[in-house]
């Protein structure tokens, strides 16, 4: 508790209990060592027995001085170093030397820790004694460890490291969430508040206005993207950049050759929308990667894999594809879609281009242009064009069936090409959102064979799953409950836990609208073999106690889920020809 004072030539109570040990007169030695260590004020000696007569102990009062006095020399140490005397760091220094062998008290820690704080460069000999003892590292401000840690990559990445496993296990959660809706999945949440996350908010504060910490953290990402293949951690590649960018830290923002196109892309990201002039902006950064410096499309690359940023460029691409079919143009005709097509095929190429080390942007294959385009354009007319004979009259309608093949070059290259294969799973959550059931029903058994099972990733079963509660109905005949689950999902839940996971999640949510004997059957199928994790035996569990509450009260019929737009009521006027009540 007293350790550092008789260093400093300050008396402490090993002193005083040898002063009284040796004496001869006790009361004496105890005037004596207060006269000696008291706080030498002449005028407060007279002062001092006025309190003992109100029976204020004297360790209370040299206290609540010791308090009063710590406080202001604590103010004192961050007006210094906030002032503009070119000596300030010095004065300092020069107390950071006086107090730092009482660095253990408790009580004098906190205007030691406050002095470290406000040095940009604390001397290295005291850093280490900081480091190398673990209470004093624990209770040291950020800005110390900083300077700790930017000299020791292993201690920032043992820091590091718990966080960044929480932010994968926080984006796992939302996948797997239990709720499945159109309006609040996994891409809802704007990039701002995505921002204000605990992990991306903590690793913001540790690295500061440290551009080598920073490069650390980018180094980390990297290396657990090549370890692991998760897109995760390209999002948080991003976030971190643009919450960087939120707090105007400059000194990054303006050495990281990515800020500006992230920037950009964040804007599109925001609005869901890739718009022709930001397109033109992220087109002229592609361009302008200079000879010698091509490393930056790794970067470039990362960023790109971001699922948000993918969400955004096949949003735009089928966007783009119908005004392409309204204006009766070829896709190769259109720039932007170029552009979207080869923003994509960088993002998908990441994991090969950082793990090769070999910085040159993928050859897009031509045809998907010429070929897979256009094929996947005749499926949107096949579509379009069997909903419009739907809403003729009867007399007016002809004998046109709804096709229940696909075109070959559609689902080879669903198989064979990435960039493909995500515009034909994107095209498939688009006529989900359409409530197409003829479209879905010809378009999902060709997602069984998608290139790398692309069809069976967590984010699009995510999205798929809520999709599907737009036609809950539907599940009400047999036939469309063997192409969702037979035709599609339990092809491979047996192999792959994420799609018997899934799959329950949405089973969990649409029961009450299945064909009771159908759901009889699939919890035979889905029931979980022993060696299964925990998540997906609870999940069966729950949807056991859901079926068992149900069959003894049975649920009302429920509605079939809408797309809130967000418009306001408006009354209508009752007139005689406008029925009060429902017929």
Request: proline fraction near 6%; charged fraction near 25%; hydrophobic fraction near 40%.
């Amino acid at each position: 508790m007293f350790a550092g004072l008789p260093e400093l030539g300050i008396s402490n109570g090993e002193d005083l209990k040898e002063t009284l040990t040796n004496c001869t007169e006790p009361l004496k030695a105890i005037d004596q060592f207060q006269s000696e260590n008291g706080i030498l004020l002449p005028t407060l000696q007279s002062a001092l027995p006025f309190l003992d007569l109100h029976g204020t102990p004297r360790l209370e009062f040299h206290q609540s001085v010791f308090d009063e006095l710590r406080d202001k020399l604590m103010e004192r140490v961050a007006t210094i170093a906030e002032g503009k005397e070119e000596d300030r760091y010095g004065k300092l220094e020069e107390l950071l030397e006086k107090s730092f062998p009482l660095v253990k008290m408790p009580s004098i820690q906190p205007v030691v820790m406050q002095v470290l704080k406000h040095l940009p460069k604390v001397p290295e000999k005291k850093l280490k004694m900081v480091m190398a003892d673990k209470e004093l590292y624990k209770v040291c401000a950020v800005e110390v460890k900083r300077q700790i840690w930017q000299d020791n990559q292993a201690l920032f990445g043992d820091e590091v490291s718990p966080l960044l496993k929480q932010y994968i296990v926080e984006k796992e959660a939302a996948l797997f969430s239990s709720d499945l809706s159109i309006l609040h999945n996994f891409f809802s949440p704007s990039p701002k508040m995505r921002r204000q996350g605990e992990v991306v908010l903590k690793l913001t504060q540790m690295i500061g206005k440290n551009v080598k910490l920073y490069d650390m953290v980018l180094q980390f990402l990297r290396t657990l993207f090549l370890r692991t293949r998760n897109v995760h951690y390209c999002t948080l590649r991003a976030e971190l950049l643009m919450s960087l960018h939120d707090l105007d830290i400059s000194e990054i923002c303006s050495v990281d050759p990515c800020h500006k196109f992230t920037w950009c892309l964040d804007a599109c990201i925001r609005e869901k929308f890739v718009d022709a002039k930001r397109a033109r902006e992220l087109q002229g950064f592609l361009d302008g990667v200079k000879k010698g410096q091509e490393q930056v499309l790794g970067d470039l690359s990362m960023i790109l894999c971001d699922p948000f940023a993918c969400n955004t460029l096949v949003l735009s691409t089928v966007r783009n594809l119908q005004e392409l079919l309204s204006q009766d143009a070829l896709p190769r005709d259109s720039p932007d879609l170029m552009l979207l097509l080869r923003m994509l095929s960088l993002g998908q190429g990441a994991w090969d281009m950082i793990d090769s080390q070999v910085f040159k942007e993928p050859r897009l294959d031509v045809e998907v242009v010429t070929r897979f385009l256009p094929a996947m354009m005749s499926v949107v007319v096949d579509d379009y064009t069997f909903m419009v004979e739907q809403k003729l009259p009867t007399e007016e309608k002809s004998s046109l069936t709804y096709p229940t093949t696909l075109p070959d070059a559609f689902t080879r290259y669903l198989q064979d090409n990435r960039v493909a294969c995500e515009m034909g799973l994107y095209y498939a959550l688009h006529i989900a959102k359409q409530r197409n059931k003829n479209a879905l029903q010809r378009l999902l058994p060709a997602l069984v064979e998608s290139h790398n099972d692309m069809a069976f990733g967590d984010i699009f079963l995510h999205l798929l799953t809520g999709h599907l509660t737009l036609l809950s109905d539907e599940f009400g005949t047999e036939e469309f409950c063997s192409v969702v689950f037979d035709g599609f999902l339990l092809t491979s839940f047996s192999s792959k836990e994420n799609v018997h996971r899934h799959a329950l999640r949405m089973l969990s949510h649409l029961h009450h609208k299945v064909l009771p004997s159908y759901v009889e059957t699939l919890m035979k199928t889905l029931e979980p073999p022993k060696q299964s994790s925990e998540p997906v035996k609870e999940l069966y569990s729950q949807l056991t106690e859901k079926l068992e509450a149900q069959k003894k009260s049975p649920p009302p019929p429920d509605e079939a889920p809408t797309l809130d737009l967000g418009l306001h009521p408006v009354t209508v006027p009752t007139t005689s020809s406008t029925p009060t009540t429902p017929l």
